[in-house]
């Protein structure tokens, strides 16, 4: 028998093709396909060059709310899950401090209570 296996792909993707979380849902991605339109509307009834760079911020609204993903808004998560994961390692440092600070001054009173 023939192995009929079809060949993959040399590249899996490219820059257009990449798969991304959608981190824009429900009323803020309607909101910004609304938003997108309605600043693209104004730029262009405006003309010139205010109304082209509304036309510009209304198309990367538009996009937003047509791709789902908003790559500002995934640095900001990235940004405070990082924070988080820093504030935990501090606050177990923090209690790890604590607990050495108790061993050693219940380990100080044995000793004292030895040596008299």
């Known amino acids: 028998m023939s192995d009929n296996k079809i060949p993959s792909p040399v590249i899996e993707s490219t820059p257009f093709q990449t ?23 104004k730029g262009i009834r405006r003309g010139g060059f205010r109304g082209l ?12 709310g047509i791709s789902g993903h908003c790559s500002a808004k995934s640095l900001l998560e990235n940004s405070r899950q990082e924070m988080n994961t820093i ?30």
Do not use: F, P
Not at 53 to 64: T, Y
């Open 87 to 116: 504030r935990t390692k501090i606050e177990r440092a923090g209690e790890e401090l604590k607990n050495l600070k108790t061993q050693t001054e219940v380990a100080a009173q044995k000793t004292t209570k030895t040596a008299d």
């Open 53 to 64: 760079i509304q036309v510009a911020i209304g198309g990367m609204a538009l996009a937003r």
């Open 19 to 41: 798969q991304r979380t959608q981190n824009v849902q429900g009323w803020e991605r309607i909101g910004s396909l609304a938003g997108g339109v309605l600043m693209m509307g």
